[in-house]
């Protein structure tokens, strides 16, 4: 990527970018690679909260072997840019899990960009994205599954889904199938809303202050995203600094 121009919004992977922050880093590093071995299982877990306008670009090649699984946990919250991509490869029979929530609020833009190529028979893939935005805040999830011609018996997932807490902010969901094989089950499901108006009245009825209710209901909209992280410290720290950036937009 090093060798690469300064990629415009004309690319699909940059089109809702922040591309003069991303010039103030560019060229980025290499991206991450990441091998699970034939029959491994091994979770991963990546907190972005970079302060102020710092400018953060997380890229990650992961290739997950026959019989092999990964699940991924991620938390995305800081910084004027802050850009998580995971390219995925999977073997026969591998899986390929993804957790993740985007909060964000001001000037920020927040970014998640995957592709999951099913490259293998019997694999499978589960995504589950939330993000909470408010301000002029930009929230992006695209991402692509790619099926090949002989990955029958493929199976895979995503479900997304946005909550806007101002006209202002903006979300942008781009999930994408791309499937060359006929025996497969692959489905995507992308929302976008605000607050329930009902439920708040409901709260404020029963003498709890806007705030204390708006924060109770965006916890309950991300709730579960990380419950599947084993560690209970990163679990915790996980929940600490989504409830931190949450308190902040109500």
């Not at 103030?24 to 306008?53: M, Y």
């Not at 994205?129 to 929230?139: E, F, H, K, N, Q």
Request: proline fraction near 3%; charged fraction near 25%; hydrophobic fraction near 45%.
């Amino acid at each position: 990527m090093n060798a690469l121009a300064l990629p415009t919004r004309k690319a699909e992977a940059w089109r809702y970018s922040d591309i003069d922050a991303v010039a103030s880093v560019w060229p980025l590093p290499e991206p991450r690679r990441i091998l699970v071995a034939a029959g491994e299982a091994r979770a991963l877990t990546l907190l972005q909260d970079a302060e102020g306008d710092a400018v953060a670009v997380h890229d990650h090649v992961i290739e997950v072997a026959d019989g092999a699984s990964c699940t991924v946990h991620l938390l995305n919250v800081g910084g004027r840019l802050g850009r998580v991509t995971f390219d995925v490869r999977l073997g026969r029979g591998a899986h390929f899990d993804l957790h993740a929530a985007i909060i964000g609020g001001g000037d920020q833009t927040l970014e998640l960009v995957t592709t999951v190529t099913h490259a293998q028979p019997e694999a499978t893939s589960h995504q589950t994205v939330r993000s909470i935005l408010g301000g002029r805040a930009t929230g992006s999830y695209l991402g692509k599954i790619a099926v090949a011609r002989h990955a029958q018996k493929t199976d895979a997932e995503q479900s997304v889904k946005a909550m806007l807490l101002d006209r202002t902010a903006t979300a942008n969901a781009k999930p994408e199938l791309e499937i060359f094989a006929d025996d497969v089950k692959c489905a995507h499901g992308a929302t976008v809303g605000e607050l329930d108006k009902a439920a708040l009245f409901y709260m404020a009825s029963r003498g709890m202050d806007p705030a204390t209710a708006r924060t109770l209901l965006l916890r309950a909209f991300v709730a579960g995203v990380f419950d599947g992280i084993a560690d209970e410290a990163e679990r915790e720290r996980f929940e600490t600094a989504a409830l931190t950036k949450l308190e902040g937009l109500a």
